[in-house]
């Protein structure tokens, strides 16, 4: 079945990686910028990493017949870096036309601090001034309820925010509820160990229904599953899910979230 | 959009039949951990870990609903509504 991956760090992954995606059905994918497993020392390593995401990634998909998209920004994690974090803001404008770029991400929490929330703000603030759509990060395990709950307050306290353009990411069972009623989209990662198994996700389906929810590997550099979303697709068949219902959820979803980006281009259907 | 596609659903009787064995499995993961624990020289007992799995263990043996998303919240550190005044945030 063909799928879309709306969250996967494919900086990390080998050439290997991409022929298996796109063997198991993945079409497209969206990358958000992230953490590197070490903190980058200035404004020049984040604009390096730009020209990766926008100019090498997409070529390295498309030999694939892989549509590669992105998200720019700080992570949560060097967010707390303000200084470094401000010069990043201030560069990102420079990348915001490049044709795969699809908004601001994946900007959120991790550790719940006031200078995460500081330059947390400052990123919707840019993405709002731009008119880009905002893909983000939530907290793990012990800190995701708390710092889901901030990140949900600060969106909501401003006006300017239209919901139907905000993903928020690594949703559990205890976090859901609360994206989805308030209007947000929702992203369940597939992840060994440290958040949803395929079995928990497609209770969430079944708990939730399928409007405005996602799931993704967030594969990256750590432990995880490039090919958890096929994983996904197999457990739903296993309970007897019609494969429309599947295909909401790991295309339809994907592609009516970031079609309300004008850099997303309709995908060849096969 | 268009009307959400309809979920399937399965009966208890087909989903205990179905995932007998995982859970099954499961458990004595758990059961053969707190032996491992034991049986090891040292002893975390005081430890605040142990007294959230005892927690968590006893939201499994209890009648309420909701039990993923209630072993979650006892993992979770708790949420401030007031805590952008904390910040000086706004
Ligand atoms: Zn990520």
């Not at chain 1, 010069?87 to 915001?96: C, H, Q, S, T, Y």
């Not at chain 2, 004595?28 to 870990?49: I, N």
């Amino acid at each position: 079945m063909e799928y879309i991956d709306p969250h996967i760090h494919m900086v990390s992954r080998t050439t290997d990686d991409y022929e298996t995606l796109a063997r198991m059905g993945c079409v497209a994918m969206s990358e958000p910028a992230f953490w590197a497993g070490f903190d980058r020392g200035s404004v020049e390593s984040f604009r390096d990493y730009f020209r990766q995401l926008t100019q090498f990634e997409p070529k390295r998909a498309a030999q694939f017949g892989i549509k590669h998209y992105t998200w720019l920004c700080i992570n949560a994690k060097e967010a707390e870096n303000v200084s470094l974090s401000r010069e990043v803001i201030a560069m990102i404008p420079e990348f915001l036309s490049a044709p795969n770029v699809l908004g601001i991400g994946e900007i959120g929490l991790n550790k719940n601090t006031k200078n995460e929330s500081t330059i947390f703000l400052e990123h919707v603030d840019l993405a709002v001034k731009y008119n880009q759509q905002i893909l983000i990060h939530t907290p793990h395990l012990e800190d995701k309820y708390q710092g889901t709950r901030m990140i949900l307050d600060m969106l909501m306290g401003d006006s300017r925010i239209d919901r139907s353009r905000v993903l928020v990411d690594h949703v559990e069972e205890h976090t859901i509820q609360a994206v989805l009623e308030n209007g947000f989209w929702a992203g369940m990662t597939l992840y060994p160990v440290t958040k949803c198994t395929p079995q928990r996700a497609a209770d969430m389906i079944e708990r939730y229904g399928p409007e405005r929810l996602m799931a993704n590997s967030a594969g990256d550099w750590g432990p995880s599953k490039p090919t958890a979303i096929p994983d996904l697709i197999m457990e739903l068949k296993r309970r007897g899910h019609s494969r429309e219902l599947i295909r909401r959820v790991v295309y339809d979803n994907p592609v009516a979230f970031f079609s309300q980006s004008r850099q997303f281009l309709p995908l060849e259907n096969s | 959009m268009s009307t959400d596609p309809k979920l399937h659903r399965r009966s208890a009787e087909e989903i205990l039949a179905d995932e007998f064995l995982q859970a099954r499995s499961r458990i004595l993961d758990l059961a053969a951990f707190l032996d491992r624990l034991e049986r090891a020289p040292g002893s975390a007992e005081q430890e605040a870990r142990m007294r959230l799995l005892a927690e968590g263990l006893e939201i499994l043996c209890d009648d309420e609903v909701g039990k993923a998303q209630r072993v979650q919240l006892l993992m979770s550190r708790d949420y401030d509504p007031a805590w952008q005044t904390k910040y000086g945030i706004h």
